[in-house]
């Protein structure tokens, strides 16, 4: 499928970002099934999605990628310039944004806040991600928005497309995707309605084999993951929804990088939403939601390896609730004002014990309370259109936190504490042209330390929980986006001072000690791309990403900040064959800061550069019809990325270690999509 670009469509989305969310129902019957106006796919595989909006990054997670990514949500990421994925194994990676991991970017699945169980963090919010399960991705960078919770390095929104049926109707997609190391994965998305109200029910399953380094060696890397999802919506009107969901899944994941393996990763989850779009007066949309997510994760060192030692498991569990209402304000023509609240809670238990049916069998012991956490903010965002061409965009934010620390044998047992956190930006944006426009934004957002950073030690402590300080985040954003005849290009640039950055430091002091503790950095950089289509079926596009960390308390480099990359890509395209190659240059690391970094990893040490040359094809029979193939590494170069985590650790029988974990080998894939309606 190959959407053209609507110059309406943009120049709409251009005059108000902010309302692109959630406007407009689709249809999705007849003519168009297209996802939204605005996701449009110049080649049918996507190898880096190009920034048409400022600050604004948005394309379609059923579209081929290359290299083909893992079925998680970090991996699908990983395609966007500026963002890196820390490797654990074949699939959960963490996804990182110009250097920031876990919770400085925060991550919305259709709206709602899902936090992993792992204390190893096995399981970010991406591990619960089935990328097919959804209709389009957003990034949304900086903190230059304060609608989806307090964003530090920025947001990442996995949304469903509102459904709406103008007559009665169907859609039935499905697709098939085979690679290499025994890798395939299926999806079936069924649905169907009538002006009232529709439902949808979508399957997928993964699966792949443990994948090869370059040299040929096997990384304990295989997987097995499942989603079903169920949903009921009805529509009184076009611009009303009362919506249902229910999604269940489960998965299994081997590391290669610790002693145990992910044996099981379920998740449930209920959803309600209401909308009500387009009410032409003052108050124009009205939106409610709320949300319950239950995870249940196990992680041992005997289902997926065979146990050195003692049989162990681990099963803590997670539940997370919230709602969020807003109100879109329409005072004047010119003035768009969102307005509303959102709340969450969750609670973190543990157990742990020995091999199911054996002795002490760990689904026989009591669960017991880690961390609670309260939470709720409101939020305003103005946009003021100030001609056609200008606008300042203004966004305030207040959080009201709490936590308490429910451990029987922590230092701080029992003790509770909260913050007031204020988030707010400034942004002024002024379009040259249809598809060109600049934008300026200061930023400010404050976030509180999270699950893992409070179960951390701290510096004077066995416990980080209360003598940790929340983190200040103060961002310059600054950029542009243009067109020009068959040129279109972005810059999009950063400049960050992190007032008592949350630094994970493991060895602390020569000590078992992992701390953590409050620094101060400073990082910069940014993303640049091109396009060009230098003859009528022909494209070629470059890209570059760059983020530069400095720890400033501690006079060196902030620990775990990826490398200079850059990607050039040659495609061509006559609408029904498509083929492409994609080169990915990634230069060395020599700024690394060892044993410091985030709850995810810390640094090992400096890494070399690499290159990597994949190229794609595709035919398309039709709009819903196409096929699309690849080789991944076509020349099986050995290497690992610099955020990789150790594979030292591990110690797995039958697998040679390796000082990081190394990325796939040559991988062939082929992806078969196919809609009826
Ligand atoms: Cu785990």
Redesign the pocket.
Known sequence: MSYRFSPLAFAVAAAFPLQLLAEEPVHAHGASSAPAPVVTLDTIVVTAPPMRLPLRVEFDPRAPQQPLPANDGASLLKTLPGMSVIRKGGTDGDPVFRGMAASRLNILLDGAQILG???????PPTAYIFPDSYDRVTLLKGPQSVLYGVASAGSVLFQRTPTYFAEPGYRVGSALTVASFGRNDEVLDVKGGTPLGYVQGMLTHARSGDYEDGDGKRVHSRYERQSATAILGFTPDKNTRLEFSAIRSDAEAAYADRG?D?SQFKRENYGVKFEKANMGGALDKIEASAYYNYID???DNYSLRHASGMAMA?N?DRKTTGYRLAATLQPADSLQWIVGVDQQANLHRGRSGGRSGMANDYREQKRVDNLRFDAYGLFSELTWQVNPDDRFIVGLRGDRWEAKDKRQNSATAHQKMDATLTSGFFRYERDFSENSAFYAGLGHSERAPDFWELMKASVNSTSAFDRIHPEKTTQLDVGVTWQSGDWQGFVSSFYSKVDDYILIESKYRGTSDTVARNIDATTWGGEAGVDYRFAPNWKTAASLAYAHGKNDTDRHALGQMPPLEGRLMLDWDNGRWSAGTLLRLVARQNRYAVNQGNIVGQDIGKTAGFGVFSMNGGYRWNKNTRVTFGVDNLFDQTYAEALSKSGEASMISGYEQTTRVNEPGRTLWLKAQFALE
Do not use: Q
Request: charged share 15%; with cysteine.
């Open positions: 169980g792992c204390g190893g963090r096995m399981d145990m992910g994760h196990v992680m681990n803590p």
